[in-house]
């Protein structure tokens, strides 16, 4: 009879789903038509925070709260999320901080996309509607 701890199942069934995760994202990324981007949204420290994401979608907009507006500004980018225009840029200058990142493709165009704001108020002036998902 094997010994099994806590610890070392856990460390297995980890490995596994990363393995699952990196398999399963190639085939998808080939078969996804038009222009997708795959957003998420990390609240706080990286490695505590609250993570989130979803697919969004442009040929039609769907998958996102936002789609529609989050697409047209893509569209008005080039698909480059640090390309859309600046929004409201009056912010409260209260650090707590916000991980983005996006990974795609637009117009035939791998994207990929990551940066950290100083609060959700800087993002959504960046970024639009591209991030913005429901809490």
Not at 42 to 62: E, F, K, N
Request: glycine share 12%.
């Amino acid at each position: 009879m094997t010994h099994t701890t806590p610890h070392t199942v856990r460390g297995g069934l980890l490995a596994a789903l990363a393995l699952l995760a990196l398999g399963a994202s190639a085939p998808a990324e080939a078969t996804l038509p038009g222009n997708w981007l795959y957003v998420t949204v990390t609240r706080g420290d990286a490695r505590a925070g609250d993570t989130r994401g979803t697919l969004l979608l442009c040929d039609p907009p769907q998958g996102h709260a936002r789609a529609t507006e989050a697409c047209a500004e893509l569209a008005g980018a080039g698909g480059d999320v640090g390309r859309i225009p600046l929004k409201n840029g009056m912010c409260v200058q209260v650090y707590a901080p916000v991980r983005v990142t996006a990974r795609g493709v637009w117009d035939g165009r791998p994207v990929a996309y990551g940066h950290t704001f100083a609060n959700r108020c800087v993002m959504a002036a960046r970024t639009g509607s591209v991030f913005a998902l429901p809490d």
